[in-house]
């Protein structure tokens, strides 16, 4: 059952959702890594460089491929797995909007920071005037 909130997110929210709870898992990070290097290849490739069985990287093939994170295809009779364009596309979009964010919520706390300590040095020093306050200049011995 869908929470009412869910409803209004955006496809988008929805995708990176699913490729998130797809990237949960150490096998299928695993794969995905193999395929970074070893794109076009078939599910037993895979399970020989994995050490996992066949229905265990079947499975977690499906997942990626469901998530969109992976696609297959197929080249001569064999069914063949490669990273998806898209996938990357939608993560590095993803990923620079939240940099860019982050970026600038550091440079408005550096501002508030500095706005504050400009504040807090000249708030002493009235304070100091207020009360008549004269530094003494240490006389240096002879």
Known sequence: MKSPQSESFSVTTHQLASVFKALGSTTRLSILNYLISNPNSNCMRIVAALSHSQSTIS????????????????????????????????????????????????MVIELNVKQR??????????????????????????
Do not use: C, R
């Not at 295809?73 to 993560?91: A, E, G, H, K, R």
């Not at 909007?97 to 919520?105: F, I, R, Y």
């Not at 008549?132 to 011995?141: A, H, P």
């Open 59 to 106: 499975k977690h093939l499906s997942e990626l491929k469901m998530a969109n994170i992976i696609k297959a295809s197929t080249l001569d009779t064999v069914l063949v797995y490669q990273i998806n364009q898209d996938f990357i596309v939608t993560i590095q979009g993803y990923l620079g909007a939240v940099n860019a964010n982050v970026n600038k919520q550091k």
């Open 117 to 142: 300590n400009n504040t807090n040095s000249e708030n002493k020093s009235t304070k100091l005037k207020l009360h008549n306050y004269v530094f003494k200049k240490s006389e240096s011995k002879l």
